[in-house]
């Protein structure tokens, strides 16, 4: 299966922008991009996905690099709200349905009043 | 709204006593899941199911097991509780990647905050 890396850690101001890292160099040409987010006391949740293009909805943006080696998720503008652990995994749509999907331990996003 | 409903948010159980942790989705999906989620250790997968009946294992299935005899349904089972076992337990669903290429969203439960004592 292949692998995503990211910080432990991050903080922001609020009302900032965030740009939160992942990478994932064995990424397969097939594989989809995707972020979950786990507020505290909850499940996660889905934000974003993509595969190649970047990719905006009403929660986030994510921007994917060219080599698609490497992903940032994008909060434009920080909330308390936001403060979380977000988590990028790897999607393989050729799994015809018994794709064994894993999360690694995220980074934990901390927002600074 | 869809939704996966975790029949315990908090349970405290004995060494050694037999703990089911039960399940439900509403939105008619194939696959679903049990993880446990451990301080610095994240999201680990214990086992997985693609349809009623089926049953895969995950990357820490020791010391539990699963039923799926309906498709809503999913049953972690702890056979002899211990204490390392106590932790939060995660059930989620989703459709099968093979109907949708992006791949469908995923939908957790609350969780459930089991303490072995």
């Known amino acids: 299966d292949a692998k995503t890396t990211q910080p432990n850690s991050m903080e922001s101001n609020e009302e900032e922008p965030v740009h939160l890292p992942c990478n994932h160099s064995?990424?397969?040409?097939?594989?989809?991009i995707h972020w979950y987010r786990q507020l505290p006391s909850q499940g996660p949740e889905y934000v974003i996905h993509?595969?190649?293009s970047n990719v905006n909805n009403r929660m986030a943006s994510l921007a994917i690099a060219e080599d698609r080696k490497s992903s940032t998720l994008i909060l434009h503008r920080a909330t308390l709200r936001d403060a979380a652990v977000y988590y990028c995994?790897?999607?393989?749509?050729?799994?015809?349905?018994?794709?064994?999907?894993?999360f690694g331990t995220g980074t934990r996003l901390t927002i600074i009043p | 709204d869809v939704k996966v409903t975790q029949s315990s948010r908090y349970l405290v159980k004995r060494t050694g006593e037999k703990v089911f942790l039960e399940c439900v989705q509403d939105?008619?999906?194939?696959?679903m899941f049990w993880y446990r989620q451990d301080p610095g250790l994240g999201l680990r997968l214990i086992y997985f199911?693609?349809?009623?009946?089926?049953?895969e294992k995950g990357d820490i299935p020791e010391g539990y097991s699963v039923s799926r005899e309906k498709k809503e349904r999913f049953s972690l089972i702890l056979e002899s509780a211990s204490t390392n076992q106590t932790s939060m337990y995660l059930c989620?669903?989703?459709?099968?990647?093979?109907?949708?290429?992006?791949?469908?969203?995923?939908?957790f439960g609350e969780g459930s905050w089991l303490t072995v004592v």
């Open positions: 989620a669903s989703r459709s099968p990647t093979v109907n949708r290429p992006s791949g469908n969203t995923i939908y």
């Open positions: 064995t990424i397969s040409g097939t594989d989809y």
């Open positions: 993509g595969l190649t």
């Open positions: 995994i790897l999607r393989d749509p050729l799994g015809f349905g018994n794709e064994k999907l894993t």
């Open positions: 939105m008619d999906h194939e696959n």
């Open positions: 199911s693609y349809d009623v009946k089926m049953k």
